[in-house]
């Protein structure tokens, strides 16, 4: 019993550490230092007790093992979180085929901050939008682009920082 028990927590160990590790990276890109240190200290003390439990049984492969898919599983966990987190800002950049000033008017309507830019395409001049947002606001913004012009040309960049333009604020409630 105090085997599998041993093999369960360096399992959910690693699984914790790895989407802690990915959670600090993300802090870390977005220029969160203090969160970041934060979370590695967490971070770093479960991998350390996992770690220890796999280095006093090398002979066990159960729990090397463990230690393994908890990695893997850790980073399918991380991936999950720092979707669902969706922290920071991003650039969405359009290029409508059609309908631009309809695009730009739904966008607006809709607590979207753009800026049109004026561009020469292949088949003549576009309008570029430029559009910041919370990523959490990305699925909504797709689909009114969709929504519009499915056949628009929409690239997104991260935004590391943002500093005045037009940015709808949460509401507290």
């Known amino acids: 019993m105090d085997a599998l028990v041993n093999t369960l ?12 590790a ?4 993300l802090m870390l890109m977005r220029g969160e230092r203090v969160r970041a240190a934060m979370t590695g200290f967490f971070e770093v003390s479960i991998y350390i007790l996992a770690l220890g439990r796999v280095v006093q049984h090398l002979n066990e492969p159960w729990k090397i093992i463990a230690y393994a898919l908890g990695f893997s599983c850790g980073t399918i966990a991380g ?15 359009v290029i409508p085929k059609t309908h631009s000033g309809k695009m730009i008017s739904l966008l607006r309507q809709n607590n979207f ?10 088949s003549g001049p576009r309008h570029i939008l430029n559009i ?3 990523r959490k606001e990305i699925p909504r913004l797709l ?8 056949h628009a040309f ?11 333009g037009f940015i709808v604020q949460d509401k507290k409630k």
């Open 132 to 134: 910041t947002t919370r």
């Open 79 to 93: 991936g999950w979180l720092e979707e669902r987190l969706a922290v920071g800002y991003n650039l969405v950049q």
């Open 154 to 164: 929409v690239t997104i960049f991260d935004a590391r920082r943002t500093k005045g």
């Open 113 to 122: 901050g753009v800026t049109v830019l004026e561009g020469q395409g292949r």
């Open 22 to 25: 990915t959670f600090r990276v």
């Open 143 to 150: 689909a009114l682009l969709e929504e519009t012009d499915p």
């Open 9 to 20: 927590f360096i399992f959910f160990a690693r699984i914790i550490d790895v989407s802690l």
